[in-house]
């Protein structure tokens, strides 16, 4: 099985900030991550996928890069819509999600 | 318009079984490269991957749970069903079902999910 890994668990931010979020498969995984927004009680959100293409819609703050085991999320002005918790999770046998990283106030 | 809603009973009982429905509309899973997960959520905790099928019937499923888990499909129904046996408390979670589109390979579209409570 490959397991995901994310640090940091908790990110304590302002708006304006750029913040970096990053994600470890314990094998490569070519390209195949993707990272997710979710929000208390809703579904989560595709941001990413393939590692650092940005899904319709989602604005350009967000950025994705990496590749066979190390990747990052980073979103390079932190607006107060963007505080959430983001996943990241490899698709390539089959699926599996990191444990989560909250990004909150500070 | 691609929409996906989960059905299923709220509460049950440990060692019932679990059903759960997962009525979409705007995609066929009878389309090469569609496929339908099923994802779950404890409370306060993180995502979990339960299950896949394709359009083609192949299944994959999570190796930690692929013992309790059966994952069908009506595409002509546009339902996807999880069966998960020998529901324990631990098993309280959310539960979403999720379009994986051919072209993201992710889960691009999710239900709004179901909150199912194990408890006696």
């Known amino acids: 099985d490959i397991q995901m890994t994310q640090s940091p668990s908790t990110l304590s931010a302002s708006v304006g900030d750029r913040v970096t979020i990053t994600c470890r498969a314990s094998?490569?995984?070519?390209?195949?991550l993707a990272w997710y927004q979710q929000k208390p009680g809703k579904a989560p959100k595709l941001l990413i996928y393939?590692?650092?293409t940005l899904q319709s819609g989602v604005p350009s703050r967000f950025s994705g890069s990496g590749s066979g085991t190390e990747f990052t999320l980073a979103i390079s002005s932190l607006q107060p819509d963007d505080f959430a918790t983001y996943y990241c999770?490899?698709?390539?046998?089959?699926?599996?999600f990191g444990p989560g990283t909250k990004v909150d106030i500070k | 318009q691609i929409t996906l809603k989960e059905s299923g009973p709220t509460l049950v009982k440990p060692t019932q079984t679990l059903t759960l429905t997962c009525t979409f509309s705007?995609?066929?899973?009878?389309?090469?490269?569609?496929?339908v997960g099923w994802i779950r959520q404890p409370p306060g905790k993180a995502l979990e991957w339960l299950a896949l099928i394709y359009w083609n019937d192949d299944k994959r499923y999570s190796p930690s749970l692929k013992s309790r888990l059966t994952i069908t499909k009506d595409a002509s129904k546009k339902q996807v069903v999880l069966t998960m046996i020998n529901m324990d408390p631990v098993d309280t979670a959310t539960y979403y079902c999720?379009?994986?589109?051919?072209?993201?390979?992710?889960?691009?579209?999710w239900g709004q999910g179901t909150l199912v409570t194990v408890s006696s």
């Open positions: 094998q490569s995984i070519t390209g195949w």
């Open positions: 705007g995609f066929s899973l009878s389309t090469s490269g569609v496929s």
């Open positions: 393939k590692a650092s």
């Open positions: 999720a379009l994986r589109a051919e072209f993201t390979s992710s889960l691009e579209y």
């Open positions: 999770q490899q698709y390539d046998s089959p699926f599996t």
